[in-house]
């Protein structure tokens, strides 16, 4: 789940729980709440939740936000007020971590893409599509997971390249507007010391 706020737009905290993949989506609103989905299939893509900040007084920031477990509490409570039965979940997963490409070949409908089996601190490998030239076996560097949101606003879901599934994206150091960050094309490249599947952080990790 992606968690935005954006006083620019009032006191609303939208909550992104899928991809709308480009469908036509409808809402419904109830008291406080309202859930947008998808008309044809009538799947809850996200959540906008108006006056928030009398839900979770902490809400300060423009842009993304990480909410705690009574956060969410909070929030379920509001929707079973308002008449909805669907529960949001309290996400702990780190949507930007560290990441060891493990295995790669080319993708056979492409001359620059790449398919990564990479290491992201799960029990088995994920299947990432990139196509930076720096990419190799061997190589730590960051992948920002589905549900992740990138500092330009971009919104990170699972999907497919040119017909091959990926799980996500490998990351450059401009993507992740890291300060210094190389003019040449490629893939943030880390310490070799760094453990895979570990959150990214740039203050300790990144140096140009």
Do not use: K
């Given at each position: 789940m992606i968690a935005t706020y954006n006083t620019n737009v009032g006191d609303v905290l939208m909550l992104?729980?899928?991809n709308d993949k480009g469908q036509k989506v409808s809402f419904e609103r109830k008291g406080k709440v309202a859930r947008v989905f998808v008309e044809e299939t009538k799947e809850t893509v996200a959540w906008n939740i108006f006056e928030a900040k009398s839900l979770i007084p902490n809400l300060s920031v423009n842009g993304q936000v990480e909410l705690s477990a009574d956060d969410i509490e909070v929030l379920n409570k509001e929707l079973g007020k308002s008449g909805f039965t669907e529960l949001l979940v309290h996400d702990i997963q780190a949507k930007f971590v560290v990441a060891e490409i493990v295995e790669m070949e080319d993708h056979p409908d492409s001359d620059h893409l790449h398919i990564c089996k990479v290491n992201?601190?799960?029990?088995?490998?994920?299947q990432i599509v990139c196509g930076a030239p720096n990419a190799a076996v061997g190589l730590k560097t960051v992948a920002a997971l589905p549900e992740a949101m990138m500092p330009n606003g971009a919104l990170i879901f699972s999907g497919a390249l040119r017909g091959i599934a990926s799980y996500g994206m490998l990351c450059s150091a401009r993507e992740l507007a890291l300060p210094n960050a190389p003019e040449v094309r490629g893939i943030?490249?880390?310490?070799d010391n760094l453990v895979a599947g570990t959150a990214f952080d740039a203050a300790t990790?990144?140096?140009a």
């Open positions: 992104i729980v899928a992201a601190g799960f029990a088995d490998p994920v943030i490249e880390l310490p990790m990144w140096q």
